[in-house]
């Protein structure tokens, strides 16, 4: 599915390209663009994208370094075996000037936890309660970076023709959300429950799944009983984001998602 015009689209690449780290503390080495560079990229072939958000964020990526000055896609998800077992997949392999690069890409959304600091990495947890920021970072640094230089990895290249990386580098990008009752807790947005909508946010434009990573383009706003049933019809499917009036934006979750976590 590709975004409805040119200006969302360079939108959505400005997202994903240049948006906000994750986390400006993760102890990653990440990758850095020349802003300008990205601006003046064409988005006259823009690629058609999937829904599913991780894998779009890939092809974004991979789509604009292609076309970036200097820069060459060698491989994308690469997949490293050992006899025969898979181990793992490198993400993007480019080439810069002389410099071969293994880029792992990750788009993520994280909920400060109700009652919580925002302190701690493990404070911030995924609108399904499947993944925890702490745990991403520790697989990017453990698992993820480390395959580019194992003896595995050098092996499945050396086989498909493939250059050996001389870096692996991350792109962390997502946006982390606070309790709307406690701001402080440091994310850009805001999240609530669905019984605290009306009271959390006075008018909003609700986000398709597709539109999480930005070129939405027009914001039609509706508050009060209009956006709880627009949320309300779209939250069996999972959390909905929205932008509020202005330019927040908020998660917004079931109301079972707020318990406490069990010790």
């Known amino acids: ?21 994750l986390v400006d503390s993760s102890g990653l080495s990440e990758l850095a663009l020349d802003p300008q560079s990205i601006r003046q990229l064409p988005v006259s072939d823009w690629p058609i994208l999937p829904r599913r958000l991780g894998r779009r964020f890939e092809l974004i990526w991979g789509w604009a370094l292609a076309r970036l000055p200097g820069w060459q896609v060698v491989a994308d998800e690469v997949q490293v075996y050992d006899n025969k077992r898979t181990v793992g997949a490198l993400d993007l392999l480019v080439q810069r000037d002389e410099q071969v690069i293994h880029l792992e890409l990750a788009v993520k959304f994280y909920l400060c936890r109700r009652g919580l600091s925002g302190g701690r990495a493990s404070d911030w947890v995924g609108p399904s309660l499947r993944d925890r920021l702490d745990l991403k970072l520790n697989r990017m640094r453990t698992h993820q970076l480390p395959m580019g230089q194992r003896p595995v990895t050098r092996a499945t290249l050396q086989a498909l023709g493939l250059p050996i990386p001389d870096i692996s580098m991350a792109v962390l990008r997502g946006v982390c959300f606070s309790d709307w009752r406690a701001p402080e807790s440091g994310g ?71 318990e406490p976590v069990p010790e």
């Open 1 to 21: 599915m590709s975004v409805s015009s040119p200006a969302a689209a360079r939108a959505e690449l400005l997202w994903c390209l240049h948006g906000p780290r």
């Open 188 to 258: 850009a947005g805001r999240w609530c429950t669905l019984d605290e909508l009306e009271d959390a946010v006075s008018e909003a434009h609700v986000l398709d799944r597709t539109q999480w990573l930005g070129g939405h383009g027009h914001l039609e706003m509706k508050g009060g009983r209009d956006l709880w049933v627009a949320v309300e019809q779209q939250l069996s499917r999972g959390a909905v984001q929205l932008v509020d009036s202005a330019g927040v934006r908020v998660m917004v979750v079931s109301p079972s998602w707020a």
